[in-house]
């Protein structure tokens, strides 16, 4: 009997050094020390055995068993390696190979434009002025000399933030244009002269459509001084636009009408792709629209905190996204706010 345990011991150990993986090992355990396994059958079959035999061979066969459990135990240990050193062989990481390159953004076309602007009027001595988007009726409206009872309202559709009609000059909004830094510009400045542009996003609740957006920048204009003329207007605006669209633009000057400035004027050039001729694009007239101007109202000065008997100014206000349609032949002005990356790589 004693013969018998031996060779169960060596046949299992004989077995469990060719085990090399989980399966086989599972496999194994079944074999050799589950309930059906030759070991525990021997176990189970001790009261058959004579009285003076049954200590000897329980001793033995409880021997076995302790053997085996030890070596299985050793065994699940090595496979367990063993997969971890396969693993690590096969998945190697080569860690002298270079990277992934990370891809370097860059400007937003916008960004770019507005930089170039800012650089362009830099040079004519204008500082940048920033406002709020976030606006009062009072400053968007009422401080420009546009009452709440004056039609001119109609001529910017507005994303009112309250009620107009409860909050009256208290209501707040989303500026319609840049034009209210104008007044905080001229509050913050007085009583120097001012030379700034004001750029930023307006907000207009329109229908959205490959023409006109919700939002869009501007670049306002403001010169307070001195004796300034309507000439100085029109030769910044000359000066710019050549800057801006080439040395060889020709500019008009048209009267226009707004409530803060007086008098006003639309600023044309002529039409960038056919150069005057009349084409699609500027709609057979030969001129593009570049920006609303004029002489700043003298209800608009004093607002600001200067006398208009001895100061006098003017303002412009610039539309940005437009004249990059044009310059890049975009045909959908929903582009610049689409995030589509195809489109932003090109700039
Ligand atoms: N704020 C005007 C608009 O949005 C443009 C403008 C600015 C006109 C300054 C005159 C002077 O239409």
């Given at each position: 009997m004693d013969n018998?345990?031996?060779?169960?011991?060596?046949?299992?150990?004989a077995v469990l050094a060719s085990v090399h993986?989980?399966?086989?090992?599972?496999?194994?355990?079944?074999?050799?020390?589950?309930?059906?396994?030759p070991l525990m059958l021997a176990l189970g079959d001790l009261g058959k055995l004579p009285k003076e035999q049954r200590?000897?061979?329980?001793?033995?066969?409880?021997e076995v068993k302790r053997t085996l459990e030890a070596a299985y135990g050793e065994k699940e240990q090595a496979v367990q390696a063993e997969a971890l050193a396969r693993?690590?062989?096969?998945?190697?990481?080569?860690?002298?190979?270079?990277?992934?390159?990370?891809?370097?953004?860059?400007?937003?076309?916008?960004?770019?434009?507005l930089r170039h602007i800012y650089q362009v009027f830099g040079e004519m001595g204008f500082q940048v002025y920033e406002a709020p988007d976030v606006e009062t009726d009072e400053f968007n409206f009422g401080l420009l000399n546009i009452p709440p009872y004056h039609p001119a309202r109609d001529m910017w559709d507005t994303f009112w933030l309250d009620n107009p009609q409860g909050g009256g000059s208290r209501g707040t909004l989303l500026r319609t244009h840049t034009s209210p830094g104008q007044i905080r510009a001229m509050r913050e400045?007085?009583?120097?002269?001012?030379?700034?542009?004001?750029?930023?996003?307006?907000?207009?609740?329109?229908?959205?459509?490959?023409?006109?957006?919700?939002?869009?920048?501007?670049?306002?204009?403001?010169?307070v001084g001195h004796g300034i003329?309507?000439?100085?207007?029109?030769?910044?605006?000359?000066?710019?636009?050549h800057r801006l669209y080439g040395a060889d633009r020709t500019v008009r000057f048209r009267g226009s009408y707004f409530p803060f400035t007086e008098p006003s004027v639309e600023v044309d050039m002529d039409c960038v792709l056919c150069n005057g001729v009349g084409c699609r694009v500027c709609k057979y007239t030969g001129w593009l629209?570049?920006?609303g101007a004029g002489m700043v109202h003298p209800v608009v000065l004093r607002n600001g905190g200067y006398s208009p008997d001895e100061w006098s100014g003017f303002a412009f206000g610039m539309g940005?996204?437009?004249?990059?349609?044009?310059?890049?032949?975009?045909?959908?002005?929903?582009?610049?706010?689409?995030?589509?990356?195809?489109?932003?790589?090109?700039?």
């Open positions: 018998h345990l031996d060779a169960i011991q060596t046949e299992a150990l993986d989980q399966a086989a090992l599972r496999e194994w355990h079944a074999a050799h020390l589950a309930k059906k396994s200590a000897e061979i329980g001793r033995r066969g409880n693993s690590l062989g096969e998945n190697a990481v080569d860690v002298t190979l270079p990277g992934r390159q990370p891809r370097p953004g860059h400007l937003h076309i916008s960004t770019q434009t400045m007085v009583p120097n002269p001012v030379r700034v542009i004001l750029p930023g996003k307006v907000y207009r609740y329109e229908q959205i459509t490959a023409r006109s957006e919700h939002q869009f920048y501007q670049i306002e204009g403001l010169a003329t309507l000439a100085d207007l029109k030769g910044t605006m000359l000066n710019a636009i629209e570049v920006s940005m996204e437009r004249s990059l349609l044009l310059k890049y032949s975009i045909d959908d002005i929903r582009m610049f706010y689409g995030n589509d990356l195809r489109f932003l790589r090109q700039f």
